[in-house]
């Protein structure tokens, strides 16, 4: 594949959603989207979804793989997520896999969502940085940290291979 950032592995996609608490009828944002991974997911319950990457390859490489996944109620945008945020109204929920702007996106994000916002983050600046805008913003619910392994084979046995951590930050609208 060789996009660099992903694709977010499927147990830290299973809890990402999971604290996105998507409904049918959602309007979703997917901000740094990559892969398209997440976006493709939210899709199949959410109504519409915008997958934002500011990298030209990312969108391409998400919107084929979206196209593949029969994935049509997702819309891409390639940019600044600051600015393309400007331009949306109401949203939902939003999913924030890059960190670029963060508190930008953060403070853009906690005025236009009525439900969930989660940020997965890999480098503890970012989480801290999630967390401090999140508290600011009276929005801050909670910071999971999840470490997954898998197996893999060793001498005729099996041993579990760890995979680096990834930090989940959610907050909400009507937080404190």
């Given at each position: 594949?060789?996009?660099?950032?992903?694709?977010?592995?499927?147990?830290?996609?299973?809890?990402?959603?999971?604290?996105?608490?998507?409904?049918p009828?959602?309007?979703?944002?997917?901000?740094?989207?990559?892969?398209?991974?997440?976006?493709?997911?939210?899709?199949?319950?959410?109504?519409?979804?915008?997958?934002?990457?500011?990298?030209?390859?990312?969108?391409?490489?998400?919107?084929?793989?979206a196209?593949?996944?029969?994935?049509?109620?997702?819309?891409f945008?390639?940019?600044?997520?600051?600015?393309?945020?400007?331009?949306?109204?109401?949203?939902?929920?939003?999913?924030?896999?890059?960190?670029?702007?963060?508190?930008?996106?953060?403070?853009?994000?906690a005025g236009?969502?009525?439900?969930?916002?989660?940020?997965?983050?890999?480098m503890?600046?970012?989480?801290?940085?999630?967390?401090?805008?999140?508290?600011?913003?009276?929005?801050?619910?909670?910071?999971?940290?999840?470490?997954?392994?898998?197996?893999?084979?060793?001498?005729?046995?099996?041993?579990?291979?760890?995979?680096?951590?990834?930090?989940?930050?959610?907050?909400?609208?009507?937080?404190?």
């Amino acid at each position: 594949m060789g996009l660099k950032g992903g694709p977010t592995q499927d147990e830290i996609m299973a809890v990402s959603l999971a604290k996105l608490g998507i409904r049918p009828g959602d309007r979703i944002a997917d901000i740094g989207c990559g892969t398209g991974k997440i976006a493709i997911a939210a899709s199949r319950v959410a109504e519409h979804v915008y997958a934002i990457d500011r990298r030209p390859e990312a969108v391409a490489y998400a919107r084929e793989e979206a196209a593949a996944a029969g994935a049509g109620n997702v819309e891409f945008f390639e940019g600044d997520a600051v600015e393309i945020l400007q331009g949306l109204d109401h949203l939902d929920a939003a999913f924030v896999g890059g960190s670029r702007r963060l508190p930008e996106v953060l403070d853009l994000l906690a005025g236009r969502v009525q439900g969930r916002i989660v940020v997965n983050a890999v480098m503890l600046g970012t989480v801290s940085e999630a967390i401090t805008s999140m508290q600011r913003l009276g929005i801050f619910l909670e910071a999971v940290h999840l470490q997954v392994s898998r197996s893999a084979g060793i001498a005729g046995g099996v041993m579990f291979k760890p995979i680096n951590p990834v930090y989940v930050i959610v907050g909400g609208a009507g937080c404190s």
